[in-house]
């Protein structure tokens, strides 16, 4: 069983709607992350928080909006997505997001996404 | 520059073989390096981590791997394959980036076992 939470697993929208996706995570870490995973794609990263804050974006499109309400809990909203964001979307968390540390991931489920 | 090649997009064995999976990395500093598994509709699973210390590092399910600084390499291996290994496998290396650690993924390598 993962440590890492993610809600829903499977999304289904339209390039007008708006959604979000939920991660959760109760190991005390301290870092969050998100990952965009094509079929048969590596997983390839769009956000870093560490300590809450946006410590990497990795020139993500602005339809993809995070948010890092707590230390445990993360958020990615979608607006406007095109068909070509369909994906599986992985949110990870690390012991420590800074230089301290090996930084190993522990991901979740991941949130299929289907962009209609 | 970190990045990790994975040798082989699909490798195929038998039950009971041994499972012999290739990754190559480049780094300019001393590499911290992981081996991953996905299975179908699901997240990654971190099977093991190499962090400087023994060379040969154990993981779980059997599976362990061989830092070789000499070959760049860190091949993951097991002795004996079984049908529910057969998943995607992918190979990490840690990279910093403005201060702040995250892992740079090898293209993964689909491994299937036959009976």
């Known amino acids: 069983d993962t440590e890492v939470t993610q809600t829903p697993k499977h999304l289904v929208m339209g390039m007008t709607n708006k959604k979000s996706l939920k991660c959760e995570q109760h190991?005390?870490?301290?870092?969050m992350y998100w990952y965009k995973q094509k079929a048969k794609k590596p997983p390839e990263l769009m956000f870093v928080?560490?300590?809450?804050?946006?410590?990497i974006n990795e020139s993500v499109p602005s339809r993809f909006s995070p948010e890092c309400p707590n230390s445990s809990l993360l958020n990615l909203h979608l607006h406007a997505l095109q068909p070509e964001d369909s994906a599986l979307y992985l949110c990870?968390?690390?012991?420590?997001?800074?230089?301290?540390?090996?930084?190993?991931?522990?991901f979740g489920e991941g949130s299929r996404l289907t962009v209609l | 520059a970190q990045s990790v090649t994975q040798l082989g997009s699909h490798v195929s064995v038998s039950e009971g073989a041994l499972v012999l999976l290739r990754c190559n990395y480049s780094?300019?500093?001393?590499?911290?390096l992981f081996w991953y598994v996905q299975y179908p509709n699901q997240g990654l699973q971190l099977l093991l981590k190499?962090?400087?210390?023994?060379?040969l590092v154990k993981g779980i399910n059997g599976f362990e791997a061989e830092f070789k600084k000499s070959e760049t390499s860190f091949h993951l291996t097991k002795p004996s394959a079984h049908m529910s290994d057969a998943a995607e496998y992918f190979c990490?290396?840690?990279?910093?980036?403005?201060?702040?650690?995250?892992?740079?993924f090898g293209a993964g390598t689909r491994l299937a076992v036959h009976p």
């Open positions: 990870a968390s690390s012991p420590t997001g800074n230089l301290g540390g090996a930084g190993e991931l522990f």
């Open positions: 190991m005390g870490h301290r870092a």
């Open positions: 928080y560490s300590y809450e804050k946006l410590s």
């Open positions: 780094s300019s500093v001393p590499p911290y």
């Open positions: 190499y962090t400087s210390a023994a060379t």
């Open positions: 990490a290396v840690r990279a910093i980036s403005g201060g702040y650690n995250k892992l740079i």
